[in-house]
């Protein structure tokens, strides 16, 4: 079922930082952009807990410090780091979101685009629940270009020429979203 055609623009309150309609999960993980300092990138990333598996309310968990470190062998090293998005798109096209837009979101870690380091200061994170190397599906590609297209929308200041992936910006540390990421598909649509 389709979530968001190709022409929806999803509405988001730029005062707030907020999606409007969707999910918001509250999380203390995220701290204030520096000053004078307003999002101009958006990165693109891919996340699954455990690896692979789909589906299951463990990134919420993640991003809330709330997750359980004795529930998977994986998670135990994962629990003692803070991490955040702005927002996640599960396998059905759900958005999810984590941190306001003006806020500072804690996804990017050590990072540089274009010879600017510390990515998190002045991007939106979003994150796609996936691997790298399972095909991403349709309705996922159709919520983050909704999604994109609203933040376009909303914060002038972000372009579409400017949406990476985290590998993009940590290179040879990240590989998200992926080898199996469609980046014409998702530049088709926004
Ligand atoms: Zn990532």
């Given at each position: 079922?389709?979530?968001?055609?190709?022409?929806?623009?999803?509405?988001?309150?730029a005062k707030t930082g907020?999606?409007?309609?969707?999910?918001?999960?509250?999380?203390?993980?995220?701290?204030?952009r520096?000053?004078?300092?307003v999002p101009?990138?958006?990165?693109?990333?891919?996340?699954?807990?455990?690896?692979?598996?789909?589906?299951?309310?463990?990134?919420?968990?993640?991003?809330?410090?709330?997750?359980?470190?004795?529930?998977?062998?994986?998670?135990?090293?994962?629990?003692?780091?803070?991490?955040?998005?702005?927002?996640?798109?599960?396998?059905?096209?759900?958005?999810?979101?984590?941190?306001p837009f003006g806020e500072?979101?804690?996804?990017?870690?050590?990072?540089?685009?274009?010879?600017?380091?510390?990515?998190?200061?002045?991007?939106?994170?979003?994150?796609?629940?996936?691997?790298?190397?399972?095909?991403?599906?349709?309705?996922?590609?159709?919520?983050?270009?909704?999604?994109?297209?609203?933040?376009?929308?909303?914060?002038?200041?972000?372009?579409?020429?400017?949406?990476?992936?985290?590998?993009?910006?940590?290179?040879?540390?990240?590989?998200?979203?992926?080898?199996?990421?469609?980046?014409?598909?998702?530049?088709?649509?926004?």
């Amino acid at each position: 079922m389709s979530v968001h055609s190709s022409a929806h623009i999803l509405p988001i309150d730029a005062k707030t930082g907020l999606v409007l309609g969707v999910r918001q999960v509250l999380t203390n993980h995220y701290d204030a952009r520096p000053a004078g300092v307003v999002p101009d990138l958006i990165i693109v990333h891919g996340i699954s807990l455990p690896p692979a598996e789909f589906g299951g309310p463990w990134i919420d968990r993640l991003f809330t410090g709330s997750l359980p470190p004795d529930v998977h062998p994986y998670f135990a090293a994962m629990a003692v780091g803070r991490v955040s998005a702005h927002a996640l798109i599960r396998r059905d096209g759900e958005i999810v979101q984590y941190v306001p837009f003006g806020e500072r979101a804690w996804h990017a870690g050590r990072s540089a685009y274009l010879g600017r380091e510390a990515c998190n200061d002045f991007s939106v994170g979003i994150e796609l629940e996936g691997t790298d190397e399972t095909a991403y599906e349709a309705a996922q590609y159709e919520s983050l270009g909704a999604l994109i297209r609203g933040l376009l929308a909303a914060y002038p200041t972000l372009g579409r020429e400017r949406v990476v992936g985290h590998s993009d910006v940590a290179p040879g540390r990240k590989t998200d979203p992926g080898v199996a990421f469609d980046w014409g598909r998702l530049r088709a649509s926004i």
